[in-house]
Structures are given as C-alpha cells and as structure tokens.
C-alpha cells in the first residue's frame, strides 16, 4: 500500500512539474514569436527607407532582409540563397554563380555580412542602367 500511496504522490507531482513546464514554454514560445516579427517588421522599414532614401538598391534591401530571415530562423539559408539567385546578374559564368551562391550559403548561415560579398553582382535598376548610360554618353561627347 505504502508503494502504491508513494507512487501515486510522484506521479502528480511530477504531472504537476510537467504542466509548469508547459506553461512556462508556452509563454516563452509567444515572446519569442512577438520578437521575430518585431525584427522582420523593423528590418523591412529600415530596408525600405534605405530604398526610397537612395541609399540602397531594392536589390540590396532584399539581400538585407533574406539576412533578418535567415538570422531569426523564419527561412532557411538554402531557400535565402535561391532568392538571392534571382538577384544576380545574367551575364555570369555558371561557374562564377555557383561560387557566389556557396559564399552566399555559408555568409548566411555564419552570420555575415552577404551584402557586401554579392554586392558587385546583383542586378542593376533600370534608373542605374539609364544612370551609366547617360553618364557614358556625356564623357563620348565631351571633348
């Protein structure tokens, strides 16, 4: 009997730690959950002022965001690294592709700064390609 009255003690005892333990994750899971949007949200305001302001491309605001995505674990660094595929320019060499998406790969999931390693090969704008072009016609016709 004494076994039994022992047992049946432990056993609530430990359903009562259990269901602590519940709530307590639970509670854990909603912070950490309200403070990955947060950081999407800031991360696509500041990206997006970054854009209007001049200082950054829409190429390089995506980059910047697939980095946020990646450092919160929303998406993983080989679904960033397919979107940032997209970004590149089309006149690479495969070769040089594939180098850029494995140094892409293994910025993202170092957490490093991709930006600045895939920078020279994204995509212009139409406004920087009509930028270059005006620009090269000015320095033709200029004596």
Known sequence: M??????????????????????????????????????????????????????ATPQEAVVELLRVGVTDKSMSPDFAVEQLAKLLRQDLPVSRRIEIRETAKAAFEAGDDVLSKVRPFLKETPQEGTAKLRASKTIAVTP
């Open 2 to 55: 004494r076994n039994d009255e022992e047992r049946s003690e432990n056993l609530r005892a430990l359903h009562k730690t259990l269901t602590d333990l519940r709530s307590y994750i639970g509670v854990a899971k909603s912070e950490i959950g309200a403070y990955r949007h947060y950081n999407q949200d800031e991360a696509y305001v500041k990206a997006r002022v970054a854009v209007v302001d001049g200082t």
